[in-house]
């Protein structure tokens, strides 16, 4: 929002703004619960506020440039601004980058990052589908992270150092309140402990070795549940298909295109 505010305020006065930020955007466009504290915004996603806030700027004559800064040039005027594809050249230059996940520092947690530990519950949250799943924060993120995971898991347990929120009263009251949510105050992570696994294209889960490479299930010993749930998450149609060996060979193809 601040980049963009700055975009329709430069446009408007006469100037020539461009904005320079990567299609995935940055932290309201992955903000998976209703935004409610924009000021004359009554109900709203990050996304489509994102986008109503580029078709303002756009509006007045600002240019859109959907690529990377890497580099930025400020020992002398116009300044420079490279970028993954050209270099932009400007008298002014606002740095609006938003803010970055915030991540605990504790053994186990960059080894398990994509394989269970993730910083984006909108992003991931589908992968953990029916399963209990853990947030850590007592801010309004982890509050918004709790709800969205409760939209679809099976169980939120919240934890939480300290013995009251730091969040919104709103917020905190609707977590407080959700039958699905737990919280575990005066509580801190010192580590994350399991079984190296990747989550394959499609949704799948595999597990790996010491060398990260995929470890072969016997899915023989599987029950059938158990098969058809792992097709389901790579979208794998078995419609028809009873006979367990025809679905074990099913999952085994699956697993091998994706990995």
Known sequence: PAGLASAVYAARAGLKPVVVAPAMGGQLQGKGVGVENFPGVNESTGPELVRVMQLQAARFGTVFHQELVTAVDLSSRPFAVSTNETTIRAHSVIVATGAD???L??????????????????????????????????????????????????????????????????????????????????????????????????????????????????????????????????????????????LVKLLRAAVAAAA
């Not at 949250?125 to 993120?141: A, E, R």
């Not at 009251?164 to 919280?183: E, P, Q």
């Not at 989550?199 to 597990?207: A, D, F, K, R, T």
């Open 101 to 103: 996940s915030r991540w």
């Open 105 to 246: 520092g504790v053994p186990g947690e960059w080894e398990h990052r994509g394989a269970g530990v993730s910083s984006c519950a909108t992003c991931d949250g589908f992968l953990y589908s029916d399963q209990d799943v853990v947030v850590v924060g007592g801010g309004d993120t982890a509050m918004e992270d709790a709800l969205v995971l409760a939209r679809t898991s099976r169980s939120v347990v919240v934890i939480h150092r300290r013995d009251k929120f730091r969040a919104s009263k709103v917020l905190s009251g609707r977590v407080l309140s959700h039958a699905k949510i737990k919280v575990r105050w005066d509580s801190e992570i010192v580590s994350f402990l399991g079984k190296k696994v990747r989550v394959l294209s499609g949704g799948l889960q595999v597990e790996l070795d010491e060398s990260g490479n995929v470890i072969e299930e016997d899915y023989t010993k599987m029950r059938v549940k158990e098969i058809t749930k792992r097709l389901d998450q790579a979208g794998v149609s078995y419609a028809g298909v009873k006979d367990k060996d025809e």
